[in-house]
C-alpha cells in the first residue's frame, strides 16, 4: 500500500497546487509541505520546484510519480480480481476506442468464448483519452487504442494495421473519379470529438499535407460513428475513417470511398498496457489469446 506522504504528492501531482492539495486531502497546508518535504529528505533530491507560480516536478519528481502511479494501479487490479474470481484470472476487463470496440472486437469477442466458455470478458468502448486515464488508475486490464501512444509511458504492442479512408455518398460529385486533396476542403467535414483517436490521426495526416480541420468549409463533429456514416450517407459532407467501420456499407453501395491521388494510409491499432506493471506477463497472455482468435477470425474468412 501506498503510504499517507506518498498518497499526499500523487496529489499534489494531479492538482498542482499545495492548496488545492490540503482541502483534498483534509490537511493543513503546512502538513502537505511537510510531508513533500519529508519525501525529498528520505529520496535526497527535490520532487518539486515553483516555475512561474506553479508547482512542477522535477525530472526525479516524475519518477516518482510514475512510480506510484504504477503501484497504485496494480493495488486496485489486483483488487479488482480477488473480487471477482479469487485470483483465478478468469475475468478480462479492458477497453477499445470506438472504431475497434464496434467493428473488430464482437468477432475477436465471439470466438475467444468459443474456445472457452468460462472467460468472463468485460469490454469498456470510449475515447483514448478517457481509456488511458481508467488504465492508469488500475480500472483496466488492458486498452486497444487508435491513435498516438507514448510509448515511454505504455508498453504498445502492434495488434493490428488498418487502412484510413476518405468516405462520401455515392452520390457525391467526389465519388468514382481521382480527386486532388485540396478539392476535399470545399466540402463539409463530419468527424468524431476532441480526444478520440480517429480525430488525432485525421488532423495528423492533415498537418502532413499543411492543413488543419478549420481548413474545411463547415465542421460537423459526432461522437457516435453510425450517425457519422448516417449524415455521409446522406450526402451532408464527408468523412475519414478506417476501411474496416465503412466496408458493409461500402460493399452495401451507402458509401463510397474516395479515390485521392496519392492518398494511401495505414495506421496501426495498439494493445496497450502500463509499463512497468507487475502484471506485464498476465497482460502478454492476453494479447496472444487475442491475436490468436484475430488470426483464426482471418484463415477462416480467406478459407470462404
Do not use: W
Not at 475477436?108 to 469498456?124: F, K, P, Q, W, Y
Amino acid at each position: 500500500m501506498i503510504d499517507s506522504r506518498h498518497q499526499t504528492f500523487l496529489t499534489l501531482c494531479a492538482v498542482g497546487s499545495y492548496t488545492k492539495t490540503a482541502q483534498h486531502l483534509h490537511l493543513s497546508q503546512p502538513a502537505v509541505t511537510q510531508h513533500i518535504q519529508y519525501l525529498e529528505g528520505m529520496y535526497n533530491c527535490r520532487l518539486v520546484v515553483y516555475e512561474n507560480r506553479r508547482v512542477v516536478l522535477t525530472p526525479a519528481g516524475e519518477q516518482l510519480r510514475e512510480m506510484l502511479e504504477r503501484m497504485a494501479a496494480d493495488a486496485k487490479r489486483f483488487r479488482r480480481t480477488l473480487q471477482k474470481n479469487g485470483g483465478t484470472g478468469k475475468n478480462i476487463v479492458f477497453g477499445a476506442t470506438l472504431s475497434i470496440g464496434e467493428y473488430l472486437m464482437p468477432q475477436v469477442i465471439a470466438e475467444l468464448l468459443e474456445h472457452d466458455a468460462s472467460l468472463n470478458v468485460h469490454m469498456e468502448v470510449a475515447n483514448s483519452q478517457i481509456l488511458l486515464e481508467r488504465l492508469r488508475n488500475g480500472e483496466l486490464d488492458f486498452a486497444l487504442i487508435e491513435g498516438m501512444i507514448d510509448k515511454a509511458r505504455y508498453h504498445a504492442l502492434v495488434f493490428s494495421e488498418e487502412r484510413f479512408v476518405p468516405i462520401c455518398a455515392p452520390n457525391c460529385s467526389l465519388a468514382g473519379r481521382t480527386v486532388d486533396f485540396r478539392e476535399i476542403l470545399q466540402f463539409p467535414l463530419v468527424l468524431r470529438e476532441k480526444g478520440s483517436g480517429t480525430r488525432e490521426i485525421f488532423e495528423h495526416i492533415l498537418g502532413q499535407y499543411n492543413y488543419s480541420v478549420s481548413s474545411f468549409q463547415k465542421v460537423i463533429e459526432i461522437g457516435n460513428m453510425a450517425a457519422i456514416k448516417h449524415l455521409v450517407a446522406r450526402n451532408i459532407g464527408i468523412s475519414f475513417m478506417y476501411e474496416l467501420v465503412a466496408a458493409n456499407d461500402v460493399h452495401g453501395g451507402e458509401l463510397a470511398i474516395v479515390d485521392i491521388a496519392g492518398f494511401d494510409v495505414r495506421r496501426e491499432f495498439n494493445f496497450v498496457c502500463l509499463r512497468g506493471s507487475a502484471f506485464v506477463d498476465q497482460s502478454l497472455e492476453y494479447f496472444r489469446m487475442f491475436k490468436e482468435a484475430a488470426h483464426r477470425i482471418s484463415s477462416a474468412q480467406r478459407i470462404t
